[in-house]
Nanobody, 114 residues
């Protein structure tokens, strides 16, 4: 019932910040839990964090304290604020339901490099 399109990726220097956006469609968005995921090509998909329908959040250890997930239900959009990025954050970032469905958006590339 919910589909996502990610945007906002790009090249960022170590220690810098970036905000990713995830535009959603579907009538059930406001009551859906949404996760941010990331993948290095050829590797498994890892969860970054999840935001619930009640705005509660949970984060994976590598990003906890640096990344923040938020949502604006009026705009059908979720965000990933990335602060203090490092080279290990380089990946393609996706959003999806939590747990994810089999229908993934295009993702957005984040490259951390000096």
């Amino acid at each position: 019932q919910v589909q996502f399109v990610e945007s906002g990726g790009g090249l960022v220097q170590p220690g810098g910040s970036l905000r990713l956006s995830c535009a959603a469609s579907g009538s059930r968005f406001s009551v859906s839990a949404v996760g941010w995921y990331r993948q290095i090509p050829g590797n498994q998909v890892d969860v970054v964090g999840i935001i619930g329908h009640d705005y509660s959040t949970v984060y994976d250890d590598p990003v906890r304290g640096r990344f923040t997930i938020s949502r604006d239900n009026a705009k059908n959009t979720v965000y990933l604020q990335m602060n203090s990025v490092n080279s290990e954050d380089t990946a393609v970032y996706f959003c999806n339901t939590a747990p994810p469905s089999d229908f993934w958006g295009p993702g957005t590339q984040v490259t951390v490099s000096s």
